[in-house]
């Protein structure tokens, strides 16, 4: 079967850390751009961060940009999104997706999606 299983989310204070996982299984990673998006109540899922098939390419969100950072484990076929100094508008349900389309911030672009994780960041 083939999935993405997120883990690492929960309840962290502002100014906190949090490292996201994103679990590949029936499919190979390293086959594929990655990318996380995020979709906080009654808003749209936005675009968090992507990073190309090696690991050399990396876009981020202005919103996250130097505060987040993405990186992935082709060989334990394994995303993962390292969050520091959160923010209570970081709040939100956390989404891995797979694509084929590098650097893309287009969530059309992603045809694999795992079922989120919530993060929660309090004040």
């Known amino acids: 079967q083939v999935q993405l299983v997120e883990s690492g989310g929960g309840l962290v204070q502002a100014g906190g850390s949090l490292r996201l996982s994103c679990a590949a299984s029936?499919?190979?990673?390293?086959?594929?751009?990655m990318g996380w998006f995020r979709q906080a109540p009654g808003k749209e899922r936005e675009f968090v961060a992507t990073?190309?098939?090696?690991?050399?390419?990396?876009y981020y969100a202005d919103s996250v940009k130097g505060r987040f950072t993405i990186s992935r484990d082709n060989a334990k076929n394994t995303l993962y999104l390292q969050m520091n100094s959160l923010k209570p508008e970081d709040t939100a349900v956390y989404y891995c997706?797979?694509?084929?389309?590098?650097?893309?911030?287009?969530?059309?672009?992603?045809?694999?999606w795992g079922q989120g994780t919530q993060v929660t960041v309090s004040s």
């Open positions: 997706a797979a694509g084929t389309i590098t650097g893309s911030r287009s969530q059309h672009h992603y045809n694999l």
């Open positions: 029936g499919l190979t990673l390293s086959s594929y751009a």
């Open positions: 990073i190309n098939w090696s690991g050399s390419t990396r």
